[in-house]
């Protein structure tokens, strides 16, 4: 597996400001997920963020509310921006391991954001 | 696209018993069904995960089944212990892409001692 840190762990917001998130992975792995879990609920994907090019984002996420970074094989960013209480959620950074022949993914501890 | 459905959403047991965790999907290109654990405050932990070509695959107290043609998966734990208690995830995705989920609804397990 790998060692994922994401920083911060947890932050109180105020509503029309964003909020960056790091995602560290201590080897390089070639896939990096970022997640969203509401608040009870399930885990949704955002974006796949791709090292050297734009992230890929899913079907009702968008870039300029979620502005990724991939600068290297170790590192992403996640950006919140323009919050709004609805944007209260744990947001979840994974990486794809390649192990058994096979991909497996694995996450962060993730990042609990409330905004007020 | 993909649709992943989990039942029951809460499940409560005694010690020693056994928990079955029921998911279907709805995607037949699926092959690749996770079960993550995540307990308060944490994010998810893969606990064993089971690919098209297998129907059932076991790690100790934990068992994981596959009907392909029904199109459901299901994780059986035996011998329930309080550290069990968590939310369990199950996900389905293509064949390499076992990054990109898509999960269950979660079921919260509660063991009783």
């Known amino acids: 597996s790998a060692v994922i840190s994401q920083k911060p762990s947890r932050d109180i917001c105020q509503r029309g400001t964003s909020l960056t998130i790091q995602c560290q992975v201590d080897?390089?792995?070639?896939?990096m997920f970022w997640y969203r879990q509401q608040p009870g609920q399930s885990l949704t994907l955002i974006a796949t963020a791709n090292q050297g090019s734009e992230a890929t984002y899913e079907s009702g996420f968008v870039i300029d509310k979620f502005p990724i970074s991939r600068p290297n094989l170790t590192f992403s960013t996640l950006t919140v921006s323009n919050m709004s209480p609805e944007d209260s959620s744990i947001y979840l950074c994974?990486?794809?391991?390649?192990?058994?022949?096979?991909?497996?993914?694995?996450f962060g501890q993730g990042t609990r954001l409330t905004v007020v | 696209g993909e649709n992943v459905e989990q039942h029951p959403s809460t499940l409560s047991v005694q010690e020693g018993d056994s928990a079955v965790i029921k998911c279907t999907y709805s995607d037949s290109a699926s092959n690749y069904f996770p079960w993550y654990k995540q307990e308060l405050g944490k994010g998810p932990q893969l606990i064993i995960d089971i690919r098209s070509n297998v129907g059932e695959k076991k790690d100790q107290r934990i068992a994981v089944t596959l009907n392909k043609t029904a199109k459901h998966f299901s994780l059986h734990i035996t011998e329930t212990q309080p550290e069990d208690s968590a939310v369990y995830f199950c996900a389905a995705s293509h064949y390499n892409q076992g990054g990109k989920l898509i999960f269950g609804q979660g079921t919260e397990l509660s063991v009783k001692p």
């Open positions: 994974s990486v794809e391991i390649y192990r058994h022949m096979n991909t497996e993914a694995f």
């Open positions: 080897s390089q792995v070639t896939m």
